[in-house]
């Protein structure tokens, strides 16, 4: 079977025969010369449906969603979504039934720069994930939590850890690690966006800071 050009329609549409020769149902071998599939543009907080393939986000300068339909029902199902302008919005993440992605939980994706993206693929049970462009930076994050709401936690009269409240419910945590009373390192935790450098790792030489690397 050889299809030109084909749209998403032709592997779908109950007008066409999708039987092998030997009668079993299936689609059988198909050469593929060219694929068009949908781009849908969103501004607004949107569910996936079983007909979007390709999903161009504008936030703007507020917090968008972007939920996952079940994957259970959804088995192969392939997305890709991305972040598409410079708006300081950002994109969350979502499943349904406490599905994740790629391990993640619901909101614990967040992307925030332009030209983030990500693509994932059902497995039957949670979202996989294929391929994923997340540009932001562990101080970019750091720059971002300044907006939320947060709780400083001391022992001993030395701050320890910050815990920043996000606008969905989820927390970022900012551990500060010290050596003989010097801070030597930043460790980042819990709805951390994907993929990014937890740990800031600060080297001194003497009393005077001489490096700063993050893993």
């Known amino acids: 079977m050889v299809i030109d050009k ?33 781009i849908t543009s969103k501004t ?7 007909t979007d393939f390709t ?15 079940d994957a259970i029902a959804n088995v192969g199902k392939i997305y890709n ?16 039934s ?9 909101g614990a994706i967040v992307f925030y720069k332009q030209n983030d993206g990500i693509k994932v693929q059902s497995d039957g049970a949670n979202w996989k994930i294929l391929n ?24 001993s009269e030395v701050l320890t850890t910050m815990v920043y409240t996000l606008s969905t419910g989820n927390t970022i945590t900012k551990t500060l690690n010290y050596t003989s009373g010097v801070l030597t390192s930043v460790v980042l935790s819990g709805a951390t966006p994907y993929g990014i450098s937890l740990t800031k790792t600060l080297t001194y030489t003497g009393t005077l800071l001489t490096s700063v690397a993050y893993s």
Do not use: M
């Open 44 to 50: 607004a907080d949107y569910t996936l449906t079983s």
């Open 55 to 69: 999903i161009a986000f504008t936030t703007g300068a507020v917090n968008r969603t972007v939920t996952l339909p």
């Open 98 to 106: 406490a599905q994740t992605i790629g391990g993640a939980a619901s």
């Open 132 to 155: 994923i462009y997340n540009a932001v930076s562990f101080e970019e994050v750091s720059k971002n939590l300044r907006g939320s709401p947060y709780t400083l936690n001391y022992v």
């Open 6 to 38: 084909p749209t998403i329609a032709d592997f779908t549409s109950s007008n066409h025969d999708h039987s092998n020769a030997a009668g079993g149902g299936a689609l059988g071998a198909v050469t593929i010369t060219g694929l068009s599939t949908a």
């Open 81 to 96: 979504i991305n972040k598409v302008d410079i708006g300081i919005g950002t994109l969350i993440f979502a499943t349904t």
